[in-house]
């Protein structure tokens, strides 16, 4: 069965580091999205992108968030300069009708 | 944007039991998920049900669009089945899934 594909599992770094999240979405899909999750909390969206560019954002995804398609297949998701306030799980998830299919996640610990 | 409330919001049940989880929602929707979240953190896709019944197992769905709201039934409960219950939803194609704040559920020996 095709599934999403995040790397790494599980990402330490340090505060004022950038980091680039990888998924790899399946095939034929063609909405992309990122969804953050501060532990003990909901499941929160940030952006989803349809036709090389970004469709949707929350009010969380500011200026030091950015996602692309590098290569046309991997969607990225660069957190520029991160902050304690960023550690979190995030997921990446892909659908090509209505339902979405979620990766299993990377965990940032920003220290 | 849509709201979505889940109750309870903690569960503690006894091997073997059964459960009733339940999601409301404050609009018309076009998609309805239940997931898993594991004690790793995964999100396990349980079901896509935005109407109608399904089962998989021990676990069941149900979804009633009309009365805006969905049940997740857990029978004969095993202590793997722990962990938080997300249900999410959205209104349009493409749109963000919005998630409830889950369900918590433990199961114990």
């Known amino acids: 069965e095709p599934e999403v594909t995040q790397t790494p599992s599980h990402q330490v770094t340090q505060m004022g580091q950038e980091v680039i999240l990888r998924c790899v979405p399946i095939s034929n899909h063609l909405y992309f999205y990122w969804y953050r999750q501060i532990l003990g909390q909901k499941v929160e969206f940030l952006v989803s992108?349809?036709?090389?560019?970004?469709?949707?954002k929350s009010e969380i995804f500011d200026d030091q968030f950015s996602v692309e398609r590098p290569d046309g297949s991997n969607f990225t998701l660069k957190i520029r300069s991160t902050k304690l306030e960023d550690s979190a799980m995030y997921f990446c998830?892909?659908?090509?009708?209505?339902?979405?299919?979620f990766g299993q996640g990377t965990r940032l610990t920003v220290v | 944007g849509i709201q979505v409330e889940q109750s309870p919001p903690d569960l503690i049940l006894q091997e073997g039991a059964n459960s009733t989880l339940r999601c409301n929602f404050s609009?018309?929707?076009?998609?309805l998920q239940w997931f898993h979240q594991n004690p790793w953190g995964q999100l396990i896709n349980l079901f896509y049900?935005?109407?109608g019944t399904k089962q998989n197992g021990r676990l069941s769905a149900t979804t009633v669009a009309t009365e805006r709201y969905s049940l997740l039934y857990i029978s004969s409960s095993q202590t793997t089945d722990s962990g938080v219950y997300f249900c999410a939803v959205d209104t349009n194609s493409g749109y963000a899934l919005n998630f409830g704040k889950g369900t918590s559920l433990l199961v114990t020996p």
């Open positions: 609009d018309s929707v076009n998609n």
């Open positions: 998830a892909t659908r090509q009708g209505t339902e979405a299919f």
């Open positions: 049900i935005p109407s």
């Open positions: 992108f349809y036709n090389n560019e970004i469709s949707e």
